[in-house]
Each structure stands twice: as structure tokens, then as C-alpha cells.
């Protein structure tokens, strides 16, 4: 049985790009946007949970985010939680609702943005190159195997060699786009 799948390695491929653009989408650029929040996770009940499993978070204003916490002993936590992911956000506690107010980002902080955004596109690419290495490494075994010729192999390669330049692209061209937006905000 031939260890080299090729659409097991696209869609590992796909994931990773996938994967970037959750974590750019995250990053702010001035508006509110609810997926900002996805990466904070809150120690509750003795364990660390993601924001959205302790609270419902909104954007009711285009420079404002609430989020509903669902049991009134968790509020502190989640402000804390908000507070430690650094996110540049000033958590204001109000009642069971805790309200984020959109900060004007300076230049300084948009650099600082972009080159977050600039670190998720490396992982990403790293986490490409790993599943191109991998593919590598099955097609090796497989030849040597005899599963399949040196031809099949070397062609397969090329195949592989593709994808990976391919989402290697549309990661680039990701990241490139979101500093573009952090630095025209």
C-alpha cells in the first residue's frame, strides 16, 4: 500500500493556509470585529476555557465590542482573561457585560500588527514546507518499496513541489493583504 496521498497532502496544505487566515482575521484594525476575541481563553471552574464557551461575544457598535458573560462569577475572570491576551483592548466591567471600547491604533501599533501578521504567514508557510517534507519522505518510501517507478516518483515530487509553491503563494499574498489594511487603517 503506497504511503504518498496526494490529496491528503492538499488539504493539510489548505488547512495551514485556512489556519492563517482565522489568525489574521483576528487581528484588528481598528473596527470591531468579534473574532478578535477567538484566541483569549479564560480560567474558569478550575480550568482554561475559550471566551466563547464561557460568553456571547457582539460588536453592537463599529468601535465596540460586549461580551455577555453567561455566569456572573465568571466576569472577573474573563476581564482578566481579555487583559492578559495583550490585545491592546481595555476591558470595562458593566454589570455581567464586559464592554471593549476600539482604541485609535497609533503608528507604532500598527507596525507592531504588522508584523504579527508578518510571524502567522511564516508559521504557516513553515507548517507547508513540514507537509511537503512529509509527502517527500512517502514518495522516497514508496520507490524504494517498488509501490512505485522512479519516473512515478520524480513526477509526483514535481506535483508535490507545485502545491506547496501554490499555497506558499496564497499564504503571501494573505499576510500581504492584511498588513496593507493595518497600515491604511
Known amino acids: 500500500m503506497a504511503k504518498y496521498d496526494k490529496a491528503d497532502i492538499e488539504r493539510r496544505m489548505k488547512g495551514a493556509v485556512e489556519s492563517l487566515k482565522g489568525d489574521l482575521s483576528g487581528l484588528r484594525t481598528g473596527r470591531a470585529n468579534t473574532s478578535l476575541l477567538d484566541p483569549v481563553v479564560v480560567e474558569v471552574y478550575g480550568s482554561m476555557m475559550p471566551l466563547n464557551q464561557v460568553a456571547t461575544v457582539s460588536a453592537p457598535e463599529p468601535r465596540m465590542l460586549s461580551v455577555q458573560v453567561w455566569d456572573k462569577a465568571n466576569v472577573t475572570a474573563v476581564e482578566k482573561g481579555i487583559a492578559k491576551a495583550n490585545l491592546g483592548l481595555n476591558p470595562m466591567i458593566d454589570g455581567q457585560n464586559v464592554r471593549l471600547p476600539m482604541p485609535d491604533l497609533t503608528e507604532e501599533r500598527r507596525k507592531d500588527l504588522a508584523k504579527v501578521a508578518g510571524e502567522y504567514g511564516e508559521k504557516a508557510k513553515i507548517a507547508i514546507r513540514n507537509v511537503r517534507r512529509d509527502g517527500m519522505e512517502a514518495l522516497k518510501e514508496d520507490e524504494k518499496k517498488k509501490e512505485i517507478s522512479e519516473d512515478e516518483q520524480k513526477r ?17 499574498d494573505a499576510v500581504a493583504k492584511k498588513q496593507q489594511e493595518i497600515m491604511s487603517q
Do not use: A, F, N, P
Not at 157 to 171: I, M, N, W
Open 156 to 172: 509526483c515530487e514535481g506535483d508535490v513541489q507545485k502545491l506547496t509553491d501554490t499555497y506558499v503563494s496564497e499564504t503571501d
